[in-house]
């Protein structure tokens, strides 16, 4: 997936990536957070600035509360 440094990136979006991951992998819900953390993030959390990082980490809280 290509993604544009030029913007933040939403909660709707992480939330459909995960899906994506946990439905084209079959895995959990934790998995496909680390999965998203090596694949999208290169295991570097400022990857594409803290506010991107922060609705990666808001999709993965309501994903766990649905």
């Known amino acids: 997936m290509t ?5 933040t990136l939403g909660i709707d979006f992480f939330v459909a990536y995960i899906k994506l ?5 079959g895995c959990s819900l934790e998995e496909a957070k680390a999965i998203t ?4 993030f ?3 959390e400022n990857q594409f600035g803290k506010q991107t990082y922060n609705h990666f980490l ?3 809280e309501k994903i766990t509360d649905s």
């Open 37 to 40: 953390l090596d694949l999208f």
């Open 3 to 7: 993604v544009n440094h030029g913007g």
């Open 58 to 60: 808001l999709a993965f």
């Open 42 to 44: 290169n295991r570097n």
């Open 21 to 25: 991951i946990m439905n084209s992998r």
